[in-house]
């Protein structure tokens, strides 16, 4: 399997290299994405061997870092826990590389311009390949180079597309630049956090930091983890740049950086409890409160979004969420010491994981596919297009149900292991651990409801509603695209159906964290799962999928027995749309109508703002007799703001520039005042280093 390792990782080279030969529109502009599906299958693969319990060395000491020691430390190794982020990231990535290279040869590509071609090509085989290294990586130094290579990947898939977009489209420079700005404060944190680390273990081998004493340098170095990581994965308040880097990318660009290399941040978490472990308490309620705001805050602003690539984008904040408050009660169990709390908090956070690494590769692929024939992704503009591109369109309508938490789908699955998680709050004897997960519970329960009027906007407008006069198909997905997004489509149903089946493979992943035998608690039965708890609750997902159907048949059939004829006898009837009969046109509901009240109800943490303004009178004749007169017209204007952003990123950036100014005086171009700085700055250091020593 090490070869298979060695060989996942030189396709991916391979890649790059074909990625940076300018071709010409046509099909050998998919190559990059086809050589890098078959290096994911390696990779994916090779994780799928560690946790069948074959771990798998690769030395590339000398390649990225100097040998630690003996070397045992060093180069690139796939145990249980890494090898179960392999199989969920890299397997999906490599449909997503099959639809991005269908999409690639199609007239839906990034365009002529060799220089977008070479960029996009190199920012997805430097994220694909970074998060393999992230994932693999034993050492200090590997993994904070793997992690900057991933940062700027996500600077080049952000700024891919040059020029300004088609208002009201992203600012997609500003984008390219808050994502990598964000990403830079990753790094520097878990730069910090591992060099304390390392500082204190006498190593920069990853597995040594187990044995690091405890004390203030320690927790230090734990808090600075888990920000890091936390940015990437886009938690509060460090979801700003989410939204923004993911709409100015490409479109099945979007799908690689959400369903596939986001999960990097949930990993260095994962690999994080499983190297410091105990956790204080304090740090547990900090995650379990921030888990639930981001998952609140996240679908509420997608609910309101008027753009597809937005709506996904802030769903994956709030998935974010949803896994982040499941890690906050496996670290409450480790903080409490109930293992059993541990365990059932690591698996539903888990399954969470793989709903949405699952749900968020489905949409944003299927997503591309809908962008390539309408042109935009305006949910004005693309009404009704699932009918027109009916593969992507029943790829959308099946993600937006995962998301919604329905079954047979594996988010209704995951959803209940997360609010059973919550709910053993008892089980904790502070007062303060209790309240936490009361509050992190309603704020999941709040969630799951607005989720679900999130995605039956997508699927009543996008998917079921009215074709638009033009009937063509011109830029939807080729066969394989279609094929991938069909084998992304079935993913979610499969592993709803084979969940006791997922939960032995998550409980051999998590191994190294949590003892299996207490994740396998979670099977009460071969099919019946319950939440670890014995005694507490059950769920048989496997015979929903096959109670569901037939539940429906015999509904069917009772129907067809009552009425008869009368059952298939075909009525044409007008239409009821927005509470009127046979409203057509500009009167009929639209996206921005539907998502009013959400922000209505929401107007409190939304920060709703409306006004009625007036534009020049309109002349002509109306329907009303108007006549040749002047016509009032008026128009409502309501929009949300993005509250982390006005409240905490604005005042800072207005701090940061008046601190720059008076900064800049200092520099005065003479050369004697340079030297009194450094003597100054120097004589700092030497106190500093004197009074900690």
Request: hydrophobic share 55%.
């Amino acid at each position: 399997m090490s070869a298979v390792f060695a060989a996942g990782l030189l396709l991916l080279a391979a890649a790059a290299a074909v990625g940076l030969i300018s071709w010409r529109p046509g099909r050998l502009r998919g190559a990059p994405y086809a050589l890098g599906a078959a290096g994911a299958a390696c990779l994916a693969a090779t994780g799928g061997s560690a946790l069948a319990g074959q771990t798998v060395r690769l030395d590339v000491a000398g390649w990225l870092a100097a040998p630690a020691g003996d070397g045992q430390g060093s180069g690139l190794a796939v145990d249980r826990l890494s090898g179960l982020f392999l199989v969920m990231a890299l397997g999906a990535a490599v449909p997503v590389s099959v639809a991005f290279a269908s999409w690639a040869a199609g007239p839906g590509s990034a365009g002529p311009q060799p220089m977008a071609t070479r960029m996009l090509a190199q920012g997805y085989t430097l994220a694909v390949g970074a998060t393999a290294v992230i994932m693999t990586a034993q050492d200090t130094f590997t993994a904070l180079f793997a992690w900057e290579a991933l940062t700027a990947a996500f600077y080049l898939l952000a700024g891919a597309r040059r020029g300004p977009a088609p208002a009201p489209g992203p600012d997609r420079v500003g984008a390219a630049r808050v994502t990598v700005a964000f990403g830079k404060a990753s790094g520097a944190a878990l730069l910090v956090g591992l060099l304390l680390l390392a500082a204190r273990s006498h190593s920069i081998v990853l597995s040594s930091f187990t044995h690091a004493p405890g004390g203030a340098a320690r927790t230090t170095a734990l808090v600075l983890l888990m920000a890091g990581f936390a940015v990437k994965a886009g938690m509060v308040p460090f979801q700003v740049w989410l939204p923004r880097g993911y709409a100015a990318a490409p479109p099945p660009a979007r799908a690689v950086m959400a369903g596939v290399c986001v999960n990097v941040g949930f990993y260095g978490m994962w690999r994080t409890l499983a190297l410091l472990g105990h956790p204080p308490g304090w740090l547990a309620g900090i995650l379990l409160i921030l888990g639930g705001l981001s998952a609140l805050l996240g679908i509420a602003h997608a609910a309101v979004q008027n753009r597809l690539s937005r709506v996904i984008a802030y769903s994956s904040v709030e998935n974010s969420g949803l896994i982040i408050t499941g890690f906050g009660v496996a670290l409450t169990g480790a903080a409490v010491g109930n293992q059993r709390l541990l365990a059932i908090g690591l698996l539903a956070a888990t399954l969470q994981m793989v709903t949405h690494t699952a749900a968020k590769s489905l949409l944003f692929s299927s997503a591309a596919g809908l962008e390539a024939v309408a042109g935009s992704d305006d949910l004005e503009v693309m009404r009704g297009l699932g009918r027109r591109a009916p593969w992507s369109g029943v790829g959308l309508a099946v993600g937006s149900l995962t998301l919604a938490g329905l079954p047979p789908t594996a988010g209704f699955v995951s959803e209940w292991f997360l609010l059973e998680s919550l709910m053993q709050q008892f089980r904790v004897a502070s007062l303060g651990g209790r309240l936490t997960l009361a509050l992190a519970g309603a704020a999941v329960a709040l969630t799951a409801g607005f989720a679900g009027v999130t995605f039956v906007r997508l699927v009543g407008m996008v998917v079921l509603g009215p074709a638009g006069p033009d009937g063509s198909r011109r830029g939807e997905y080729g066969w394989a695209g279609r094929g991938a997004v069909a084998l992304l489509a079935a993913s979610p149903l499969v592993i709803a159906a084979l969940t006791p089946l997922e939960i032995r493979v998550i409980a051999a992943g998590l191994s190294p964290v949590v003892p299996s035998g207490l994740t396998m608690g979670a099977l009460k039965s071969p099919w019946v799962l319950q939440p670890v708890f014995a005694g507490f609750s059950i769920l048989s997902p496997s015979w929903l999928v096959v109670e569901l159907p037939v539940m429906l048949a015999l509904v069917v059939l009772l129907t067809l027995a009552l009425s008869g004829r009368r059952l298939l006898r075909v009525r044409r009837v007008p239409a009821w749309r927005s509470a009127t009969i046979g409203v057509d046109g500009a009167d009929s509901y639209t996206a921005f109508g539907y998502a009013n009240p959400t922000r209505r109800v929401l107007a409190s943490v939304l920060h709703t703002r409306a006004g009625v303004a007036e534009l020049s009178p309109r002349r002509g004749g109306t329907a009303e007799g108007y006549g040749d007169e002047a016509a009032p017209h008026l128009r409502y204007d309501s929009d949300v703001v993005e509250v982390v952003e006005s409240w905490l990123y604005r005042p800072a950036g207005r701090l940061f520039t008046a601190v720059v100014a008076v900064a800049k005086r200092l520099q005065s171009g003479r050369l004697d005042t340079y030297l009194l700085y450094m003597l100054i700055a120097l004589v700092a250091v030497v106190a500093v280093v004197t009074a900690m020593a």
